[in-house]
């Protein structure tokens, strides 16, 4: 499985901040973002933008106290185009 969609899996199974990603996968921060920015401009991946839109939007509000958003945390969560993908075919 390449790393691409390693990052995809993690962030498609939940995973929403890029440092956890990389912790994780043992890989370096920057590597996860160059990931991150080639699955966005795949349109796999969004960015979350903190507020109240996000959490409004997210699938786990419910049972969420909302710590995957703070001050000074990017997020990102997966597109439908990303539920159209198999897991290993990117």
């Known amino acids: 499985m390449s790393k691409i969609?390693?990052?995809l899996n993690l962030i498609r199974d939940?995973?929403?901040n890029?440092?956890?990603i990389a912790g994780k996968l043992g890989m370096s921060?920057?590597?996860v973002d160059g990931i991150i920015k080639i699955l966005e401009s795949?349109?796999?991946v969004e960015r979350i933008e903190r507020?109240?839109?996000a959490c409004e939007a997210c699938p786990l509000r419910?049972?969420?106290l909302g710590s995957c958003v703070r001050k000074t945390a990017t997020v990102y969560q997966i597109t439908g185009k990303s539920f159209?993908?198999?897991r290993g075919h990117i």
């Open 62 to 64: 419910s049972i969420c």
């Open 18 to 20: 890029p440092a956890e």
């Open 51 to 53: 507020g109240s839109d």
């Open 42 to 44: 795949m349109g796999y």
């Open 84 to 86: 159209s993908l198999k």
């Open 14 to 16: 939940g995973e929403r």
């Open 5 to 7: 969609e390693m990052v």
């Open 29 to 31: 921060r920057e590597e």
